[in-house]
């Protein structure tokens, strides 16, 4: 995370929000994102944040590690005290997501209906600065629970009266990270075997967690509103020489090994037997494969974020004193 020197370089000519007792509500906050958003929050000196998470041990570590930041366990499907929270929020930035899982009810009722509360809460606070976080699948050739509901949620917001911002990131990695690149790296450390489906040549463009908060970190700075960003990472890298280059980083003595596609579908439909909220399930797999790339923003430029090269982004990750070794829940 390299801020440019200046903003010169990019659109936004005036801050317009640098106050550090802004009123910051982080909605879904104690995961990947959220968790790198509050580290890069504090470090800019901001003193009013509250993170709202279901997960109560997810919200037990970012307390423990973040005394000063107000955690609060609610499930935003379900009008609470939390509303109360966002009608006095001067910026909210909505992080709550489904990511995975195997019932179509469960990304509806966490994506698509948990937003509309949110912004049901906001109604009279109409002065609201909102970033919601979506996803560069609703660009993308995948058709899944996740996608659909993406793209609803992202209705939801670009219909309200408030101003907003969605950003689309690309596939994330970095501290915090329990699935993805996180859980990849933890499996080879446990494992002996690899497997890739099918000849793992498929273009991925990985994105740096802490690049993508400090663009959120620029947007409550500089309050560009009425756009859908895509963000991708800056590096077109096919998933096998990802998976290689986290195994020399993390020192593993894992065998990478490709097996066919379809052996790999019917193994994790077994394995979905067996755990019912699978870290990796079919529908991603699905979607892993598919090869394609999404429009290159600059924005470096745009919201004066230098990107973090991609090998030095992963020894950060998984090498750094404190934050790599922090584990969260699926």
């Known amino acids: 995370m390299y801020p ?44 009013r944040l509250t993170v709202i998470d279901k ?25 609470g005290d939390w509303c ?35 912004l049901d809460a906001l109604a009279d606070n109409r002065d609201c600065y909102i970033v919601q ?43 915090f990270d329990r699935k993805h690149f996180g859980w990849l ?31 959120i970190m620029s947007a409550i700075e500089h309050r560009p509103s009425g756009e859908c960003v895509n ?13 290689k280059t986290i195994k020399r980083v993390t020192g593993s003595r894992s065998l990478v090994l490709p097996i066919p596609y379809t052996l790999f579908h019917w193994l994790l439909r077994i394995y979905a037997w067996f755990d019912r909220n699978p870290p990796f399930t079919v529908s991603q797999l699905e979607a892993l494969v598919i090869d394609e790339t999404f429009e290159e923003v600059d924005w470096e430029a745009r919201f004066a974020v230098r990107a973090t090269p991609l090998a030095e982004a992963l020894k950060l990750t998984f090498k750094h004193p404190r934050y790599s070794q922090v584990v969260l829940e699926f």
């Open 84 to 118: 109360q929270l966002l009608r006095a929020a001067q910026v909210v930035v909505i992080l709550h997501a489904q990511i995975g899982g195997l019932q179509e009810r469960e990304f509806q009722r966490n994506n698509v209906e948990a937003t509309r509360a949110v």
């Open 133 to 175: 976080v979506s996803s560069s699948v609703v660009n993308s050739r995948a058709d899944d629970f996740y996608t659909r509901s993406k793209l609803e949620q992202e209705k939801l917001v670009t219909g309200s009266a408030h101003p907003w911002l969605v950003l689309r990131p690309t596939l994330m990695f970095g501290w």
């Open 231 to 243: 963000i991708s990472g800056k590096e077109k890298i096919p998933y096998l020489d990802i998976v």
């Open 4 to 47: 440019l020197p200046g903003l010169e370089r990019g659109e936004y000519k005036q801050v317009i929000s640098a106050d550090r007792d802004t009123r910051i509500v982080i909605t879904g906050g104690a995961g990947l994102i959220g968790q790198n958003l509050v580290v890069g929050l504090l470090e800019k000196g901001y003193r």
């Open 185 to 215: 790296s933890r499996f080879m450390g446990r494992s002996p075997v690899f497997p890739i489906p099918g000849n793992g040549l498929y273009l991925r463009q990985p994105l740096y967690a802490r690049d993508f908060c400090s663009i």
């Open 55 to 79: 997960s109560h041990n997810n919200l037990a570590t970012l307390s423990a590690l973040h005394p000063t930041v107000q955690a609060v366990e609610a499930d935003l499907a379900c009008a």
